[in-house]
């Protein structure tokens, strides 16, 4: 009689683990069968004419480290990540990395800088050698507007 609820319980799990394994496409989620449509999402619309730039440094400059880097935006707002207003959105830094998907939220890594607290202005270390910065403006859920908000690429030597 003991292997009758042993059989039972392998089949449960049995039914369990290959009903979780199944395709379930919310967000967040990825499946081997994903087309494109369903990967991206929506957009915020941005401002026309805005603008986002690098005050400093300025391009073809050589500096030292740790460098300061000082952002400025034209025709937007600056807001924390999380608020949604109309024309605004908050920066993030691309150091020697570029905007991979513009359908999708900008990572989070060494070559993609957050400003989710509406910063203007950071301090990052660099190697020596050189280096290219770009800034993106993400909206409250750090996707950049349609048509993306970009900086021109600046490009620096580090001393």
């Known amino acids: 009689m003991t292997a009758r609820p042993t059989s039972i319980l392998i089949s449960i799990l049995f039914l369990l683990l290959t009903g979780c394994g199944g395709g379930d496409s919310s967000p967040g989620n990825s499946t081997a069968n994903n087309d494109s449509a369903s990967n991206t999402v ?3 619309s941005s401002a026309p004419g805005a603008t986002v730039f690098i005050i400093s440094p300025i391009n073809g400059s050589t500096i030292s480290s740790p460098a300061t880097v000082k952002f400025g935006i034209s025709g937007m707002t600056v807001t924390p990540a999380g608020q949604f207003a109309d024309n605004s959105g908050h ?6 990395s570029g905007l991979e998907n513009p359908d999708q939220p900008i990572p989070s890594d ?4 957050h400003f989710g607290k509406g910063q ?9 050698g050189q280096h290219t910065m770009q800034l993106v403006l993400g909206d409250g859920s750090h996707i950049p507007h349609e048509p993306p908000i970009m900086s021109d690429i600046v490009t620096i030597t580090v001393e």
């Not at 920066?91 to 020697?96: G, T």
């Open 42 to 44: 929506a957009r915020s």
């Open 91 to 96: 920066h993030h830094l691309l150091v020697d």
């Open 120 to 128: 203007t202005e950071t301090t990052i270390e660099l190697e020596a």
């Open 110 to 113: 060494a070559g993609h800088l």
